[in-house]
């Protein structure tokens, strides 16, 4: 008897005006997403991301974040969509790493061996000084006479 008790209030609760922020569930605008890969409504043709996006795939037909905004948000034609779709979803199965993935990792290798050198040359610098030492504070501060 509870179950249906709370079926009842669910149902209840998605009619009614004052559980929807005001308005009925007749009001609100159904957006239907119909082309393949679509998760989210299709922007305006004035929307700043959908411009950027759109130029991008233009302007560089390879990019893979300009081809997967697109088919989310559904701006490309139906047949364009279901072959971009398809290889976003093979390139994702393979679990593919992007690009900047691996320019992380060169550049972080690039970054080590840099470092080492750096902290080689400091040291060879050290041992070439000649024995002279000189004390932290000298000279910082002093005025000569």
């Known amino acids: 008897m509870s179950v249906k008790a709370d079926e009842s209030t669910a149902v209840d609760a998605k009619t009614k005006p004052e559980a929807n922020g005001g308005a009925s569930h007749d009001d609100m605008a159904v957006v239907e997403l119909t082309k393949p890969g679509q998760t989210m409504p ?48 093979a390139r994702k199965a393979r679990g593919t790493p992007s690009k900047k993935d691996n320019k992380r990792a060169a550049a972080s290798e690039k970054k080590s061996t840099a470092s080492r050198k750096k902290r080689a040359v400091i040291e060879d610098d050290l041992e070439a000084s000649g024995g002279v030492d000189a004390a932290a504070a000298e000279g910082v501060g002093t005025t000569g006479l």
Not at 48 to 76: H, N
Request: aromatic share 10%.
């Open 42 to 89: 299709t922007p305006t043709p004035g929307d700043g991301d959908r411009v950027f996006y759109e130029t991008l795939l233009r302007q560089k037909p390879g990019s893979q974040m300009a081809r997967e905004w697109c088919v989310k948000f559904g701006i490309l034609p139906h047949d364009e969509a279901a072959r971009l779709y398809d290889s976003i979803r």
